[in-house]
Every structure is written in structure tokens, then in C-alpha cells.
């Protein structure tokens, strides 16, 4: 993915030390392109302390300066443990809207839900969610094929 330039590895550092890192990818017309995370972790010593959410917010400004995205979207384990609540939170705080369409890949067990992060105030959610994973599918579909 990232020798044929379609997925970003980004670091969060504090004090020198790397405490999260995400895996980023574009989908969509190259004249209104989403910014998929495929991926985000922050160390769980850094948890609850406004570090995902600066990290997240350093990703939105590239996304925004280098790519000139109008969202950004990720997908959640749709499940109801207090695991996934606990993420659905954050990523609502973060200002993602969670849609209610439920994917089931057939490679993975668990079901997902989409959320989308509006950075163009013209972007909106124009179905239940099914249109994101059409994004998420695209991206996938192409940083996960073999050469």
C-alpha cells in the first residue's frame, strides 16, 4: 500500500515517543475525494486525555490542506459491548455522524457501521450509510489486491 502510494502511515508523538499511529487512505473522484482511516490506535496510557482527538484533528488539517478532502470516513464493529460504545463515543465527540446501515464482510465475523466526519458543509449522508461503504470497499479493493 504504501510503496504504490495509496495508503499514509501517520504518528502521534509525545516527548519523542510515538503513543498513537493511524493508517489513512483516499477514495472517491479525484475532484472530491473521502479520506478513509482503515486504522487509528493511540497507547492506552494516552487515553482519555485529548490526545486521540488532537491526533485525529492534525490528520483532518492534512487531509484538508494536501488532499482537499470533503470528509472523512471510518468504520466501527456495529456490536454493543461496552468496547464498542466506548469508540462510537469518541468518535462522536470527534463530530463523526454514526449511520445505521449494518455491513457484514464475509472475511470477518463481526458486522460494521459507518461514520462520516463532514469537512465540506455541503457533505451529507444521503442514505442509511451503504454509500460510504462503497468508499470503504473501493479503497480496500485497492490497497488490499496483490501487485
Known sequence: MLD???AYIHIGLQNDVIVAMAV??????ANAPMLIIDYLAVNKE????????QFLNSICDWASNEHRVQGIIIEV????????TERILFWERCGFILT???????????PYQAML??????????????????YINS???????QR
Do not use: C, M
Open 46 to 53: 494516552q487515553r482519555g486525555q485529548g490526545f486521540g482527538r
Open 100 to 110: 445505521t446501515y449494518i455491513h457484514q464482510y464475509i472475511w470477518v465475523p463481526e
Open 24 to 29: 489513512t487512505g483516499l477514495s472517491g473522484a
Open 139 to 145: 479503497f480496500h479493493k485497492k490497497a488490499y489486491r
Open 4 to 6: 504504490r502510494k495509496i
Open 77 to 84: 464493529e456495529a456490536g454493543k459491548s461496552d468496547e464498542h
Open 117 to 134: 466526519l463532514p469537512l465540506d458543509s455541503s457533505i451529507n449522508v444521503p442514505d442509511d450509510g451503504q454509500s460510504l461503504f462503497r
